[in-house]
T-cell receptor, first 113, second 116 residues
Framework: AQSVTQLGSHVSVSEGALVLLRCNYSSSVPPYLFWYVQYPNQGLQLLLKYTTGATLVKGINGFEAEFKKSETSFHLTKPSAHMSDAAEYFCAVSFPSQGNLIFGKGTKLSVKP | GAGVSQSPSNKVTEKGKDVELRCDPISGHTALYWYRQSLGQGLEFLIYFQGNSAPDKSGLPSDRFSAERTGGSVSTLTIQRTQQEDSAVYLC??????????????FGPGTRLTVL
């Protein structure tokens, strides 16, 4: 069965520090990969996605993620955290044979001043 | 419209009552999804509409849940005989005309349902 695992339900970093949010997937076929961000009381907003081609994907707000097939991972990074990055981040996958997204359980990012 | 809209934003109901949640997708989007976000379960897929095709109902948790999409646009999610475990945020998303799984889904702000 296909699944997405996000390591760490809560991550706390200091402002200016590196952000690393981990995502691993389980699938017999390569999926399409997504990171979404959810600010309090708002819907989900797409940060970035990987479909084909270059495995390092750049998204909005300075975030990027690298697809590593051998590790079945799609970790999200940002070199320098900003207070406005505090939110919940969801990793998700989809497949050509189905339309819906399969989400990880989310990681809440806190940024300390 | 400018984005996906959902109504109501908040709904409080009593156990056993029926509720209807509405989703207005982005104009012209042919695909529409319902997801449920709850504390214990994270984000779960409920149902998917694509154009005029039969909907994919594989994520509906019980036969108390149903959804329809009229005229290929607005969708209504109905929960009959609500239970306390139905309390969650119900999110709607729509996707553009290309029937490809990697195209971005645009999410609405959600309806927070509380069943007392």
């Amino acid at each position: 069965a296909q699944s997405v695992t996000q390591l760490g339900s809560h991550v706390s970093v200091s402002e200016g520090a590196l952000v690393l949010l981990r995502c691993n997937y389980s699938s017999s076929v390569p999926p399409y990969l997504f990171w979404y961000v959810q600010y309090p009381n708002q819907g989900l907003q797409l940060l970035l996605k990987y479909t084909t081609g270059a495995t390092l994907v750049k998204g909005i707000n300075g975030f990027e993620a690298e697809f590593k097939k051998s590790e079945t991972s799609f970790h999200l990074t940002k070199p320098s955290a900003h207070m406005s990055d505090a939110a919940e981040y969801f990793c998700a996958v989809s497949f050509p044979s189905q339309g819906n997204l399969i989400f990880g359980k989310g990681t809440k990012l806190s940024v300390k001043p | 419209g400018a984005g996906v809209s959902q109504s109501p934003s908040n709904k409080v109901t009593e156990k056993g009552k029926d509720v209807e949640l509405r989703c207005d997708p982005i104009s012209g989007h042919t695909a529409l999804y319902w997801y449920r976000q709850s504390l214990g379960q994270g984000l779960e897929f409920l149902i998917y509409f694509q154009g005029n095709s039969a909907p994919d109902k594989s994520g509906l948790p019980s036969d108390r849940f149903s959804a329809e999409r009229t005229g290929g646009s607005v969708s209504t999610l109905t929960i009959q005989r609500t239970q306390q475990e139905d309390s969650a945020v119900y999110l709607c998303a729509s996707r553009g005309h290309l029937a490809t799984a990697y195209n971005e889904q645009f999410f609405g702000p959600g309806t927070r349902l509380t069943v007392l």
